[in-house]
């Protein structure tokens, strides 16, 4: 039962260029989505997160927006470094004092130079 | 800046034999998680911990594991007697408080591998 899902296990993008990761999700109760990295051997790391209460999310040159109507989530790296290269996972919570992140299954971003 | 640390970094042991995988959560942190990635797979959630004891767990955590913070700092995941399957990267993690407040701070990951 794949809650959140990450269609695209990978892709490639040119340094410079926008980079696009999408996330959908099936359940309507999520009210809390965020995204993270991962480096090989290291453990995820928060990047952005959004609360359903907004469509658009923006720290430096991360992104996040939600379409809550077609339960789609993307984050939005502009420009790409190669730095950015890494597993990017999508992860989606409601917004109560202890519930569980659902992680989608990744997309590995590679950014070329 | 705070960090989640986890220890050992690998760990490989014989099936049937017991492990215990300890992690030391930001200090000021209120909730607790055990998360493990199967190679290749996606990162699944096992357990969460509150105010010392179990709030929520994943039909993963069966009665071959359990969790522990036995002195306030140390918060451990034993699994009893391990399976082929149960190779994996366990990662700890925890947080402040209402997601709104305060993301999941992972550590770096245990790595088990199951011989």
């Known amino acids: 039962d794949q809650q959140v899902k990450q269609n695209s296990p990978s892709l490639s993008v040119q340094e410079g260029r926008i980079s696009i990761l999408n996330c959908d999700y099936t359940?309507?109760?999520?009210?809390?989505f965020l995204w993270y990295k991962k480096y090989p051997a290291e453990g995820p790391t928060f990047l952005i997160s959004i609360s359903s209460i907004k469509d658009k999310n923006e720290d430096g040159r991360f992104t996040v927006f939600l379409n809550k109507s077609a339960k789609h989530l993307s984050l939005h790296i502009v420009p790409s470094q190669p730095g950015d290269s890494a597993v990017y996972f999508c992860a989606a919570s409601f917004n109560s004092g202890n519930t569980p992140l659902v992680f989608g299954k990744g997309t590995r971003l590679s950014v070329i130079a | 800046e705070p960090e989640v640390t986890q220890t050992p970094s690998h760990q490989v042991t014989q099936m049937g034999q017991e492990v215990i995988l300890r992690c030391v959560p930001i200090?000021?942190?209120?909730?607790f998680y055990w998360y493990r990635q199967i190679l290749g797979q996606k990162v699944e959630f096992l357990v969460s911990?509150?105010?010392?004891?179990?709030?929520?767990k994943s039909e993963i955590f069966d009665d071959q594991f359990s969790v522990e913070r036995p002195d306030g700092s140390n918060f451990t995941l034993k699994i009893r007697s391990t399976k082929l399957e149960d190779s994996a990267m366990y990662f700890c993690?925890?947080?402040?408080?209402?997601?709104?407040?305060?993301?999941?701070?992972f550590g770096e990951g245990s790595r088990l591998t199951v011989l």
């Open positions: 359940n309507s109760m999520f009210d809390y």
């Open positions: 993690a925890s947080r402040a408080g209402n997601w709104n407040t305060g993301e999941l701070f």
């Open positions: 200090s000021n942190h209120l909730y």
């Open positions: 911990f509150y105010n010392n004891e179990i709030s929520e």
